[in-house]
């Protein structure tokens, strides 16, 4: 080997020496800045009270008294026996759909007599104040989904079997009963709407449009009282969609970043960069949505739709953006929930009022302004008088009137039945829920 190439080699050992050197160099700085910068920003996040990872997902302790879990948790092994039993009877649904005739009456109200403590529990949870679950398996995201699904599956069966109760009772002519078990179905969605993260959010929201169908199907049954019509749209004013969004996207984030930091972590000089600065745009994704939670739907899901592509260049954005999707499907149900909820509010005052002219005036229904506004548009909801009573809905998330034709969404809303659609029948008066219970 002559001389020159040793040299020559040297120098090129040298030179890729310094190359590695500088890479470590610069991973190292540029992981101590992300690191830094992520540390400010969490505990700001702390600061406002707010989870940084699911380990913050415990709950205060309550008496036992006052917890509504706690009695739910007592109910479970008597929820799960009664579904069995109703899977039965059932087994795509595990409930009734439609009028009950009197065989399915008998069958359905035997089952209910063979577990006479379930629904009494149910409503008791649901008229107490206080609500907290505290999550055991916060040490990893995996088990602490396991536990987030069991426990809302556990939900959705409450609310099915509440809204077969329902049935029963306006079978046997008791609707203010049928109301009474409508409300606290409504409360119990509520609660899980109260427990952390996406999954729980809506799986909230499909036990919510579940519970709006069954109030709906009680009202447009025939009368109620007044007490109960009182009872039903103070349960409906509690809908606070902003108060919603902002829980699940304050808590989802908790869970976003606590999957980030589980991902193993290669040695190599930039893998605490990629990391630390795919947390970062997972920060400023939800810090964006988080400040738009109280624009109208149609300036948030613009403004929504920009904030992807407003994200930093870094090699870890394609997965930081993947979550962009799901966090504008998470607003539009909840605002779909609001609309279905405004919308039997509307339905209610109609009724009570006793309103026949068509079209009718919803400013003259003593309600708050907001409750007759289309949360979709920001234009009042659409009323229409039927034969059987009147259809209260929303144009839904395309912004398109289709005359009320309420199944898969096209519309949002209740009532007694909808405009067929071309060579159809007419769909049923509530709309369905994307993931019903």
Request: charged share 25%.
């Amino acid at each position: 080997m002559s001389r020159r190439f040793k040299k020559i080699l040297i120098q090129s050992a040298i030179a890729v020496g310094l190359i590695l050197a500088a890479a470590v160099a610069w991973g190292a700085w540029s992981a101590w800045i992300a690191g830094g910068r992520l540390n400010s920003r969490l505990d700001a996040i702390r600061a406002a009270g707010d989870p940084t990872s699911i380990a913050d997902f415990g709950a205060p302790e309550l008496s036992r008294e006052d917890d509504a879990d706690a009695l739910l948790e007592q109910a479970a092994p008597g929820v799960a026996a009664l579904e069995k039993e109703m899977l039965k009877l059932y087994p795509k649904s595990g409930r009734p759909a439609g009028p009950l005739d009197a065989d399915s009456l008998a069958r359905l109200d035997a089952v209910f007599k063979a577990h006479p403590d379930v629904v009494p529990r149910l409503i008791e949870a649901a008229s107490r104040a206080e609500y907290s679950h505290r999550f055991a398996s916060t040490s990893h995201t995996t088990r602490f989904t396991q536990e987030v699904g069991d426990r809302t599956a556990r939900f959705r069966s409450m609310i099915r079997i509440l809204a077969s109760w329902s049935s029963v009772l306006r079978a046997r002519g008791d609707r203010d009963g049928a109301v009474a078990v409508a409300v606290a179905s409504l409360r119990l969605s509520d609660d899980l709407g109260r427990d952390p993260g996406l999954m729980s959010t809506l799986a909230a929201i499909a036990c919510g449009y579940v519970s709006v169908q069954d109030a709906a199907e009680t009202l447009l049954s025939g009368p109620v009282s007044e007490e109960s019509r009182r009872s039903l749209d103070a349960e409906l004013g509690r809908f606070d969609a902003p108060r919603l969004l902002t829980h699940a996207l304050k808590t989802e984030r908790a869970f976003s970043i606590s999957s980030f930091r589980e991902m193993p972590t290669a040695p190599i000089p930039f893998a605490g960069w990629l990391r630390d600065g795919a947390v970062l745009m997972i920060l400023d994704l939800y810090e964006k949505e988080l400040e738009i939670v109280d624009l109208p739907y149609l300036k948030a899901k613009a403004a929504s739709g920009a904030i992807a592509a407003q994200l930093p260049l870094h090699p870890m954005r394609p997965m930081a953006t993947l979550l962009a999707p799901a966090l504008q499907s998470l607003r539009e149900a909840v605002v779909r929930q609001a609309a279905m909820a405004r919308s039997l509010r509307v339905l209610n005052a109609l009724q009570r009022t006793g309103a026949e002219a068509e079209p009718a005036d919803l400013a003259s229904l003593s309600l708050p302004a907001e409750a007759t506004i289309d949360p979709f548009t920001e234009k009042p909801l659409i009323a229409k008088k039927r034969p059987d009573g009147w259809l209260v809905y929303s144009v839904g998330s395309d912004l398109a009137d289709d005359g009320g034709i309420l199944e898969k969404v096209r519309d949002v809303g209740v009532g007694p039945v909808s405009a067929p659609a071309a060579g159809g029948n007419p769909s049923p008066g509530s709309s369905s829920p994307p993931a019903s219970p």
